[in-house]
């Protein structure tokens, strides 16, 4: 046994090979033999049973079992024994058939036998599709008859056979000689492979299936969706936009009109205007551009009348000769699609919802498709489509009805619920029961970031951090194993994202809603999950909370700098208002007093009253920095550098602080840079006012720290440098207060000429107060925050004096810094960008340097602070200052309608001897006037005439205000009624810079703001004066 399995197992030798493939090869050719034996058997059992089933098929005479007309004589005349069929007679009983199904077909219907040659058989429904090649084509190989698409059409039918399969053309445009006219029509072409009787394919049978209406409702319904989804424009907008949508569909609209009412608001007849044409060129006879719509037979306006007054479309047919009637007209049409002129024109009023008329709408109508009911149908919708777009266009609840109208459009196709889904803004999902996603969209995958090559839920929990990751499996399985019909969440998600306008990046989120879909038992067979993506609404939410707890921490500061602020108000005034009541009440007591007493009494109430001008400055300089503030907040302060010397301004500065300093045993000093001093001593342009403010500001803090210090002293520091930023020489290291953005720039300065460099001014106050830390610094120069809290306790402050500085020092192209030593004291620096001006000099030692003659500085706020006059201001109000004493008396007119203000002031400049003539409003002083030495021809004595110098003039006053009393003034010196030009001092508590000019164009000489003093009236009064004089002794 062993033996024989060995010997199995060796390789057999060439001569038992060759045995063994001869028997092989008889083997084959064995069955080859059986199986065409076989087949042969097959072939003529299924032609016996045929033959015996349908013998009307089996005879040489089986076509007299077709239907008798004229287009199955055809059939039966051809001479097929030239093709490759053959005689009918001899046909194979399945190409029998089928030709005999294709006869009773109601189809339009082919048999193409053979698949080398495909001869052609075809039924009378098909002949109306070959047009031209009917009847040459019956009996004629496919590739024969139309070689033009032979190559096109090759790949369907060796399709159909390979696959076994039926194989579809679909909705091919065809042009079919029908009704009378060449029609454009659309056909579904579907190719059925025949087998024959031994199973292989002999043939292809081809039917064919109209979708022209549904074609052409696609083609319509694409326009109509195209205007209806138009945006929002003003009518004229959206009815060109209307037109191009319309330009889209040639072939249906060869050419159309639309006209409007030229007053859009009016629901009558009026004239008409053509606002849009399609295939009409410019200026033609068909569509004047303006017509009445109740007289004009223009064009076709006669069947718009014709069309309102029915309420129903007007059409021009070819078939009825209607068209004929404005056959003249329509000469020089370029009509559009086929270039054909139409065979029938539509003629329809639009109409608002309300039933007002809106225009009219001709369109020329496809010339290739009969006008039937869906063409009627078709039109009437594109009309309803532009009247609901238009109205749209008017107003937003018809906007409301056009999206409404768009929805009810919709089909609930599931081809459009697929579309649908797949461009929904949201992510979709499908999760089956095995946790696998079946299906998503691509929203789905854009806001996950999950990976759509992995499927399986276990993949999908990576696109959340892992404490969500629990949270969405339970979800999961709440809506799949334990009857939960609704998990909504918001879920954050591992991506990250980058917020708009930043730079930094957040996590993604995203709303999910989870729903079951149940079968007919009521189990769970899937879940859908809707997705919108939240990072937005997150990140808006966010930033919300952090804007509504700023909020909340500005509103607590400004409270707090409300609370600060009245209380640095309340407390100058109540000692004010005790003061006054002191004086008020001195001499009440009526017993009898030494000289000595009264001399005590009067030495209190000067003291007093020297208080209540220092409590009235700090009062004002509150007042000045609010101001500013609230200036800067609303971007509404200005720079107006003018040409002035630094040195001056710190003088006319410290100057103002000199009483304080006086009373309270301060030291004050101003140090000029020597290495500089040729820069400072020149003119340059700066704004004297915002400087000013500045060195205020911290002068006011430095001596309110050092006022309760054993060494009492200030120092101001000054120079000039063309280095940016320049050095701060001081004994304390300076910390800049850097802003956010670029390196300011002072805009208000002119530009820099070729040769001329950049030039900065800088300032140092420093104190010998107690100092301050690091992080007391680091809290200063912010709005309504001061060192530490016990700051406004100990030294009283609003905290917004040093944010003032630094913004005013940022708007003057600077910056502002502070450096300080605890125990030792304080500086504070700031530099500010200016130019030099050349030239200059003799005008600034010759008049004013403010601008215009109003002695005010063009700026758009004023406050006593701002007012720094010029060197020759200075020496004028000096001399003044010194000879008052020594001089006359004025003659002026007081027009004041407040009478306390009125006798205070009255009495005051009595008291330093002028005389006064009081005026309660503008038309009294002009009545006053008239009785004055200045008025010609007055009926007066000289003695008895009121004299008049200057006229001090309120600027608010009822009756007549100041301005036009003014103005009434120099009306009367110009036409000589008053002798002389009368100086008008205007005095007012609102200068801004408009109001200012106000008063310059109604010819005030000099703006005076409130408050001020009898001695800053009476240096006004005496300069102007003073000044006309010597004008009046110059030389000619």
Not at 70 to 82: I, P
Not at 248 to 260: E, F, I, R, S
Not at 376 to 392: F, G, I, Y
Not at 655 to 670: G, H, K, P, Q, T
Request: charged fraction near 25%; hydrophobic fraction near 35%.
């Amino acid at each position: 046994m062993i033996m024989k399995l060995q010997h199995d197992t060796e390789e057999p030798s060439e001569q038992e090979a060759e045995q063994e493939s001869e028997q092989y090869r008889h083997r084959h050719q064995h069955h080859r033999h059986h199986h065409h034996e076989y087949q042969y058997r097959f072939q003529d059992q299924f032609q016996d049973q045929f033959q015996h089933q349908y013998p009307f098929l089996t005879g040489g005479s089986w076509t007299d079992s077709l239907p008798h007309t004229d287009h199955c004589n055809l059939f039966r005349n051809t001479d097929y024994a030239k093709t490759s069929l053959g005689p009918i007679s001899d046909w194979d009983p399945a190409l029998r058939c089928y030709v005999s199904m294709l006869f009773a077909d109601s189809r339009p219907a082919c048999v193409y036998w053979g698949v080398e040659d495909r001869i052609a058989i075809y039924n009378q429904e098909f002949s109306l599709l070959l047009g031209a090649m009917h009847p040459a084509f019956m009996g004629m190989s496919f590739y024969e008859g139309f070689p033009e698409i032979a190559d096109a059409v090759r790949p369907v039918f060796e399709a159909s056979v390979n696959t076994r399969h039926s194989m579809q053309l679909p909705h091919s445009s065809l042009f079919v000689s029908r009704n009378g006219f060449l029609e454009e029509t659309f056909w579904i072409n579907q190719f059925i492979p025949i087998p024959g009787p031994n199973g292989e394919i002999q043939g292809t049978y081809n039917t064919c299936v109209e979708s022209t209406q549904h074609i052409l409702h696609e083609r319509q319904r694409l326009v109509m969706d195209q205007i209806a989804a138009l945006t929002l424009h003003s009518v004229s907008e959206t009815l060109a936009k209307i037109m191009e949508a319309l330009r889209g569909n040639p072939n249906d609209v060869c050419m159309a009109l639309l006209y409007t009412y030229d007053d859009a608001d009016c629901l009558t007849d009026h004239d008409l205007h053509l606002c849009g044409s399609i295939g009409v060129p410019s200026g033609h006879q068909l569509a004047p551009e303006t017509a009445q719509l109740r007289t004009s037979n223009a064009g076709l306006v006669p069947y718009f009348r014709q069309a309102k007054a029915l309420g129903t479309p007007v059409v021009l047919r070819e078939s009825d000769g209607s068209l004929s009637d404005v056959a003249a007209l329509l000469n020089g049409v370029e009509w559009c699609g086929f270039n054909e002129p139409a065979r029938n024109i539509s003629i329809q009023e639009l109409r608002s919802s309300a039933g007002d008329s809106l225009g009219f709408y001709v369109q020329g109508l496809n010339p290739r498709r009969p006008y039937d009911v869906d063409q009627r149908e078709s039109v009437a919708d594109l009309t309803r489509t532009m009247e609901a777009t238009w109205m749209s266009s008017v107003s937003t609840e018809q906007a409301q009805l056009r999206e409404r109208a768009l929805e009810l459009r919709a089909t609930d196709s599931e081809r459009r619920l697929k579309l649908m889904a797949k461009h929904a803004p949201i992510g979709l999902v499908q999760i089956s029961m095995d946790q696998t996603i079946e299906w998503a969209n691509d929203q789905f995958y854009d806001i996950t970031g999950h990976d759509r090559t992995k499927p399986q839920m276990s993949e999908f929990y990576n696109a959340f951090p892992p404490e969500e990751r629990v949270k969405v499996a339970a979800s999961l399985k709440s809506l799949q194993y334990e009857g939960v019909e609704r998990e909504v969440h918001e879920l954050r998600l591992s991506r990250k994202w980058r917020p708009p306008g930043t730079d930094e990046e957040a996590s993604a989120w995203m709303l999910t809603l989870g729903l079951p879909l149940h079968d007919e038992d009521g189990r769970v067979i899937l879940t859908m999950g809707f997705l919108s993506d939240i990072s937005h609404q997150k990140w808006s939410e966010l930033v919300q909370t952090r804007s509504a707890a700023q909020a909340m921490q500005a509103k607590r500061q400004q409270e707090e700098f409300i609370d600060t602020t009245s209380h640095e108000m309340r407390n100058p005034l109540t000692a004010m208002t005790q003061l006054a009541d002191g004086i008020a009440g001195c001499l009440k007591d009526d017993c009898a007093r030494s000289v000595d007493d009264y001399r005590s009494i009067i030495e209190d109430n000067v003291e007093a009253a020297a208080t209540i001008l220092a409590c009235a400055a700090h009062q004002k300089r509150v007042i000045d920095d609010v101001l500013i503030l609230s200036r800067l907040e609303s971007e509404m302060l200005s720079i107006t550098p003018i040409p002035a010397k630094p040195s001056k301004v710190i003088a006319d500065v410290v100057r103002m602080f000199s009483a304080e300093c006086l009373v309270n045993d301060i030291s004050i000093s101003i140090i000029g840079d020597s290495s500089n001093e040729h820069l400072t001593q020149q003119p340059m342009l700066v704004d004297t006012s915002r400087l000013a403010q500045i060195l205020i500001n911290l002068l006011s803090n430095a001596t309110k720290f050092v006022v309760n210090q054993h060494v009492r002293k200030i120092t101001v520091t000054y120079g000039a440098s063309l280095a940016h930023p320049p050095i701060f020489d001081t004994a304390f290291p300076m910390n800049s207060i850097e802003d956010e953005g670029e390196d300011p720039s002072n805009d208000a300065l002119p530009d820099l000429h070729n040769d001329e460099e950049r030039l900065y001014l800088y300032f140092v106050v420093t104190d010998s107060g107690p100092g301050m830390t690091d992080e007391e610094m680091s809290r200063l120069f912010k709005r309504f925050s001061q060192a530490t809290a016990r700051t406004h306790i100990q030294y009283g402050g609003s905290g917004i004096g040093l944010y003032v500085c630094r913004q005013l020092a940022g708007k003057q192209g600077g910056r502002i810094c502070v450096g300080s030593r605890l125990g030792v004291g304080t500086s504070f620096g700031f530099y500010i960008e200016s130019r030099l001006v050349e030239g200059i000099a003799s005008a600034v030692s010759n008049g004013p340097a403010t601008s215009g003659r109003l002695g005010l500085s063009r700026d758009q706020g004023y406050s006593r602070s701002d007012e720094v006059t010029s060197t020759a201001d200075v020496l004028l109000a000096k001399r003044a200052s010194d000879m008052r004493q020594q001089m006359r008396g004025f003659d002026l007119f007081l027009v004041e309608d407040n009478l306390i203000n009125q006798r205070v002031l009255a009495k005051q400049l009595r008291s330093a001897k002028c005389t006064v003539t009081i005026a309660n409003h503008g038309q009294e002083c002009l009545d006053l006037l008239q009785r004055s030495n200045c008025w010609r021809d007055s009926s007066l004595a000289t003695n008895d005439r009121i004299q008049v110098e200057a006229i001090i003039l309120d600027w608010e006053m009822p009756v007549m205000n100041g301005l036009d009393c003014c103005r009434k003034i120099r009306e009367l010196e110009a036409t000589g009624q008053l002798t002389r030009h009368i100086p008008v001092i205007l005095t007012t508590a609102n200068v801004r810079l408009e109001q200012r000019e106000h008063a310059e164009q109604a010819g005030v000489d000099f703006v005076l703001p409130k408050p001020f003093t009898v001695n800053d009236l009476l240096d006004k009064v005496w300069t102007m004066l003073n000044h006309e004089t010597s004008e009046k002794s110059a030389p000619p």
